[in-house]
C-alpha cells in the first residue's frame, strides 16, 4: 500500500506542476499586455508601465512564475487590481459558499443516482426501469442554468418557499443558509444526477451478470440480499470514476449557476474578475478549482484501492 499511495501522490505533485504551468502560460505568457488589458485601451502609457511594475510583469517570465508557485505555498497571492485587497481573503471568504454548495449538489447527485440506478437495475425492461431512464434522458438534456431559472420560477415566485437569489452569511444561522443553497444545489445535481443514474444502472447489470451472483442467488439469497451484499460494492469502481469526473463539472457549474442566483461565490469572483480584467484573481482561482479537481481525483484512486485490492495490486 506504502508504494501504491507514494505513486499516486508523485502523479498528484507532477500534475499540479503542469497546471500550474499550463495556466501561467495562458494568463502571463500568451500574446497581449496583461496591463494593457486590465486598464483599459484608452490607459496612458505611463499608467500602463506603472501598473505592469506594480504588478511584476516587467520581470522575466521565468522568475514572475517562481514567484507565483512561492508566493501560494506561501499564501501569499497577491493584491486584487479591482478589489483592492488580498487576493487570499478574497478567495477564503468565497469559498465558505462555493464549498459547501458543491458538497451539497455532490450529495444530492450521489443520493439520487444510486436510488434511481439500483432501482431501474432491480426491475431491468419493466415499466419501473423504462420510465426512471427515459427521465434520466430528459435531465442529462436540460442545461443548469435553465432549470435553475425553473426552480426560480416554482419555488420563488410561485410558491414563495425560498429566495430567489442571495445569500445572507453563515453568522445568520446554518439553517438559513443551506435554505438558500438548496435551490443552487438541486440545479445543479440534477444533470450530473441523470448522467450517474444511467451509469450505476449499467455498472450494476453488468455485475449481475457475474457467475458469483449466479452462486449467491444458487445458495439461497434473496435479490435484495444479492444486490446490496455483492453487487453493489463490485459495480461502484466505474461509478466512482464518474464521481471523480463529475466533482469537476459541480465545481465548473457554480460559476453560471451562482451568477443565477446571486450568490457571492467563487464562481461569481471569477466571472466578475474576468468582467474587470483582473488577471491576478482569475490566475489563482483558476489553479484552485484545478487543485480541488486534481484532489478529488486522487482521492477517487485511493477509493479504487480500498473498494478493490487488484487494483492496487495490478498497480504495483
Known amino acids: 500500500m506504502g508504494l501504491f499511495l507514494l505513486k499516486r501522490i508523485l502523479t498528484l505533485v ?84 462555493t464549498v459547501p454548495l458543491a458538497l451539497m449538489a455532490m450529495l444530492m447527485t450521489t443520493g439520487l443516482a444510486l436510488m434511481v440506478g439500483i432501482y431501474a437495475a432491480a426491475r431491468h425492461n419493466r415499466l419501473g426501469d423504462v420510465g426512471l431512464m427515459g427521465l434520466t434522458q430528459v435531465g442529462i438534456a436540460i442545461p443548469n442554468f435553465w432549470f435553475a431559472i425553473l426552480l426560480i420560477l416554482l419555488f420563488s415566485v410561485k410558491l414563495q418557499w425560498f429566495s430567489a437569489g442571495g445569500f445572507s452569511g453563515w453568522e445568520e444561522g446554518a439553517g438559513q443558509a443551506l435554505q438558500a443553497l438548496l435551490l443552487p444545489a438541486l440545479s445543479l445535481a440534477v444533470v450530473q444526477a441523470a448522467i450517474l443514474a444511467r451509469i450505476t444502472r449499467s455498472a450494476v447489470l ?64 471569477i466571472f466578475q474578475s474576468i468582467s474587470n480584467r483582473d488577471l491576478i484573481v482569475v490566475r489563482n482561482c483558476v489553479m484552485l478549482l484545478a487543485t480541488m479537481v486534481v484532489i478529488v481525483n486522487f482521492v477517487v484512486d485511493i477509493l479504487y484501492a480500498v473498494i478493490d485490492p487488484r487494483v492496487k495490486a495490478s498497480d504495483i
Open 206 to 269: 453488468e455485475v449481475m451478470r457475474e457467475d458469483f451472483v449466479r452462486t449467491a442467488r444458487a445458495k439461497g439469497l434473496s435479490q435484495r440480499a444479492t444486490l446490496w451484499g455483492h453487487v453493489l460494492r463490485n459495480a461502484m469502481i466505474p461509478v466512482i470514476t464518474i464521481m471523480g469526473l463529475q466533482s469537476a463539472e459541480l465545481l465548473a457549474g457554480t460559476i453560471v449557476v451562482e451568477n443565477v442566483f446571486y450568490l457571492p461565490g467563487l464562481g461569481r469572483l
Open 14 to 97: 507532477a500534475t499540479l506542476i503542469g497546471a500550474s504551468v499550463v495556466v501561467f502560460l495562458v494568463l502571463e505568457i500568451l500574446p497581449g499586455d496583461a496591463a494593457q488589458m486590465m486598464m483599459g485601451p484608452d490607459a496612458a502609457p505611463d499608467a500602463v508601465r506603472a501598473l505592469a511594475a506594480k504588478l511584476g510583469l516587467d520581470r522575466p517570465p521565468l522568475e514572475r512564475y517562481w514567484h507565483w508557485v512561492t508566493g501560494m505555498l506561501t499564501g501569499d497571492l497577491g493584491n486584487s487590481y479591482a478589489y483592492s485587497s488580498p487576493v487570499f481573503d478574497l478567495i477564503m471568504e468565497r469559498l465558505s459558499l
